[in-house]
């Protein structure tokens, strides 16, 4: 198939575009830089010139290809809520540029969107039309594509790692070397679901060639990872002390990371596994963690 990829040069996409290529697709990426298209024709991919802030320049990408995966996303979380909406007008014209084919969408979102509460176990069958968080705009998108003749299934991401990147841990390494020590909140028992990035990439591949409207896809290796054995790794690997902290004291440590570092946020993947035959391989989060590139994870 001819794919048209979003975010091909990002963290995700950049491990996608092998995965599609050794598998016999065509990839067309999408960047916004020479730099990154210089990066994809190396790859063996074919640069697409276009912008999130343009979703016309994305759907004529779309018009174009077999089947599309959008993993692009702006992470300024200082303009989150303005970023969910942005993708929720890029998957919409998306999906206009794909409806009435049966072409595949592949669109991301978080795995926090399949669960009713903090502590409840998110699932593939749930969506929580309600969330409080911001993101739940990119499922609003998707089935509002759906509804009008697109043929979409959604990737929810956790924690996404490597020993560079990993997901909101990220954040919190970087407020940790800031502030000399690894903070947790309370007894950090409140759990993060993590995948290593390579098993998602595959994940990516598998729900494109075993394509299904209307489903969910959690692309969970590990349901739950408590918060402070994070912390308590992150403390190791940079030498500094994990300290518990009252609510009060978080939302100074954390900043616009509070109102997460807190949530209890556990995802299954069972159905996943069995609908796509996928089954995570990678490294755990924790032993990423440990073998933590510093040169290169501060200049991610």
């Known amino acids: 198939m001819r794919?048209?990829?979003?975010?091909?040069t990002g963290f995700i996409g950049s491990r996608i575009v092998p995965e599609l290529i050794?598998?016999?697709?065509?990839?067309?990426?999408?960047?916004?830089?020479?730099?990154?298209?210089?990066?994809?024709?190396?790859?063996?991919?074919?640069?697409?010139?276009?912008t999130l802030e343009d979703p016309e320049s994305l759907a004529r990408g779309a018009a174009e290809a077999d089947a599309v995966i959008h993993t692009a996303f702006d992470h300024?979380?200082?303009?989150?809520?303005?970023?969910?909406?942005?993708?929720?007008?890029?998957?919409?014209?998306?999906?206009?540029?794909?409806?009435?084919?049966?072409?595949?969408?592949?669109?991301?979102s978080g795995t926090g969107m399949g669960s009713f509460g903090p502590g409840q176990i998110a699932k593939e069958?749930?969506?929580d039309w309600?969330?409080?968080?911001?993101?739940?705009?990119?499922?609003?998108?998707?089935?509002?594509a759906a509804e009008k003749g697109a043929s979409v299934a959604i990737v929810r991401l956790p924690?996404?790692?490597?020993?560079?990147?990993?997901?909101?841990?990220?954040?919190?390494?970087?407020i940790a070397r800031e502030k000399g020590f690894v903070g947790y909140v309370?007894?950090?028992?409140?759990?993060?679901?993590?995948?290593?990035?390579?098993?998602?990439?595959?994940?990516?591949?598998?729900?494109?060639?075993?394509?299904?409207?209307?489903?969910?896809?959690?692309?969970?290796?590990?349901?739950?990872?408590p918060m402070r054995q994070i912390a308590e790794a992150i403390a190791d690997r940079l030498g500094i002390p994990a300290v518990s902290l009252s609510t009060d004291e978080a939302e100074n440590y954390f900043g616009w990371l509070a109102p997460f570092a807190s949530l209890d946020m556990p995802a299954s993947s069972s159905?996943?596994?069995?609908?796509?035959?996928?089954?995570?391989?990678?490294?755990?989060?924790?032993?990423?963690?440990?073998?933590?590139?510093?040169?290169?994870?501060?200049?991610?």
């Open 125 to 127: 069958d749930v969506v």
């Open 76 to 108: 300024n979380f200082a303009n989150f809520v303005a970023n969910t909406q942005k993708d929720k007008r890029v998957i919409q014209a998306m999906g206009a540029a794909l409806a009435g084919s049966n072409r595949p969408l592949i669109i991301t």
């Open 3 to 8: 794919v048209f990829l979003t975010g091909a």
């Open 159 to 174: 924690q996404v790692h490597d020993t560079v990147r990993q997901g909101l841990t990220s954040f919190h390494i970087e």
């Open 186 to 225: 309370g007894d950090g028992s409140n759990r993060w679901a993590a995948a290593h990035v390579t098993d998602v990439a595959r994940l990516y591949r598998l729900a494109l060639e075993k394509h299904e409207g209307g489903v969910r896809y959690h692309a969970v290796a590990e349901e739950g990872i």
């Open 130 to 144: 309600n969330n409080l968080n911001p993101r739940i705009a990119s499922e609003v998108a998707a089935a509002d």
């Open 22 to 50: 050794d598998a016999g697709h065509e990839v067309v990426g999408l960047t916004r830089s020479d730099q990154g298209a210089r990066w994809l024709e190396e790859a063996g991919a074919k640069p697409y010139r276009g």
């Open 271 to 300: 159905w996943t596994r069995e609908r796509l035959g996928w089954e995570p391989v990678g490294p755990r989060l924790i032993a990423d963690l440990m073998a933590m590139d510093h040169a290169e994870a501060a200049a991610a």
